[in-house]
């Protein structure tokens, strides 16, 4: 599967941004989908998670009540509502593809079985 990120951008703090990744393929239902952030410097860390169905979503604590992940299995696009934006959430937003099937949020964070990445796409949230 190929992974296109989009919808990056530069928001003030306090204000929202829509990620969008649109993926190729026709087993993407099959794929639990994840957004990662990496900032200047540091790792690359898990912000957010939904299962195959998009029954199930997972998040980092400190995007938690913040963020809405999404997905539409018919447009082949996993989404990421930001809300709220903060200085600290300034990072490059990749989203991945995992064939695992996370039964909570430890799971969901580990990054080992993502295997497919997208370009990612830049956020800055200025102060």
């Known amino acids: 599967v190929q992974l296109q990120a989009s919808g990056g951008g530069l928001v003030q703090a306090g204000g929202s941004l829509r990620l969008s990744c649109a993926a190729s393929?026709?087993?993407?239902?099959?794929?639990?989908m994840g957004w990662f952030r990496q900032a200047p410097g540091k790792e690359r860390e898990f912000v957010a998670a939904?299962?195959?169905?998009?029954?199930?979503?997972y998040y980092a604590d400190s995007v938690k009540g913040r963020f809405t992940i999404s997905r539409d299995n018919a447009k082949n696009t996993v989404y990421l509502q930001m809300n709220s934006l903060k200085p600290e959430d300034t990072a490059i937003y990749y989203c991945?593809?995992?064939?695992?099937?996370?039964?909570?949020?430890?799971?969901?964070?580990?990054?080992?079985?993502?295997?497919?990445w997208g370009q990612g796409t830049q956020v800055t949230v200025s102060s």
């Open positions: 991945a593809a995992s064939w695992a099937s996370p039964t909570g949020t430890a799971q969901a964070m580990d990054i080992r079985p993502y295997r497919y």
């Open positions: 393929g026709r087993t993407f239902s099959s794929y639990t």
């Open positions: 939904v299962s195959w169905s998009g029954g199930s979503t």
